[in-house]
């Protein structure tokens, strides 16, 4: 069974650009969720989707943007880039999000994001 | 207002030793604890998880232990190898009003090195 999929690995873009990233779940699975994570602050939630439909929301500004598609592949979206932007962002999937709380998500490997 | 905190940012024990690692908790909504653990350049990986109504789960050398009168919680690894060496980040959730799974609130993390 494939693994939870993110593209790209590494991303470098200028400060004002925007960036799309990209998450394909496990196949079965419906809900995504993405995660950025810092040295400083940890893993911060961003938004959970399930079929399609945006759930849960972090406190992250409106710059950070995502959705679903019928296939529960993801995107996310983050315009007018800035330098505390640069972090590794984690996609995460699961069957249900109740099937998550107790065998937890699974997790990409990431996209490494450096804003210059 | 960090809910979940890992006072500890790293630990070293030997090998075949305990290793302990510590979490604390201020939401007292939150009814299901997970433990994940990072390596570099990699995704987090589910370990355990435990919930609310109970005090002990074990999982071959993982246990975790919930305190909820103290709102603490610890993962005990037992004996403690060198391939454990990672990021281990403690995590918490909650079912809303709506009876389905919340986001996942995590820790900023400790870094366990096991020395040979």
């Known amino acids: 069974k494939a693994g939870v999929t993110q593209t790209p690995r590494y991303l470098i873009k200028t400060r004002g650009q925007q960036v799309t990233l990209s998450c394909s779940p496990i196949?079965?699975?419906?809900?995504v969720s993405w995660y950025q994570q810092t040295p400083g602050q940890g893993l911060q939630f961003l938004f959970e989707y399930f079929s399609e439909t945006q759930r849960n929301k972090g406190n992250f500004p409106g710059r950070f943007s995502g959705r679903q598609f019928s296939n529960s592949r993801s995107e996310m979206n983050v315009s007018t880039l800035e330098l505390g932007d640069s972090a590794l962002y984690l996609c995460?999937?699961?069957?249900?999000?109740?099937?998550?709380?107790?065998?937890?998500?699974?997790f990409g490997s990431g996209t490494r994001l450096t804003v210059v | 207002d960090q809910q979940v905190k890992q006072n500890s940012p790293s630990l070293s024990v030997q090998e075949g030793r305990i290793s302990i690692l510590n979490c604390d908790y201020t939401n007292s909504m939150f009814d299901y604890f997970l433990w994940y653990k990072k390596y570099p350049a990699e995704g987090p990986t589910f370990l355990i998880s435990i919930s609310s109504i109970k005090d002990k789960n074990e999982d071959g050398r993982f246990t975790v232990f919930l305190n909820k009168s103290a709102k603490h919680l610890s993962l005990h690894i037992v004996p403690s190898q060198p391939g454990d060496s990672a990021v281990y980040f403690c995590a918490a959730s909650r079912t809303n009003s709506g009876g389905s799974n919340y986001k996942l609130t995590f820790g900023k993390g400790t870094l366990l090195t096991v020395n040979p």
């Open positions: 196949s079965g699975h419906r809900s």
């Open positions: 995460a999937s699961s069957s249900t999000s109740g099937t998550a709380r107790i065998y937890g998500y699974t």
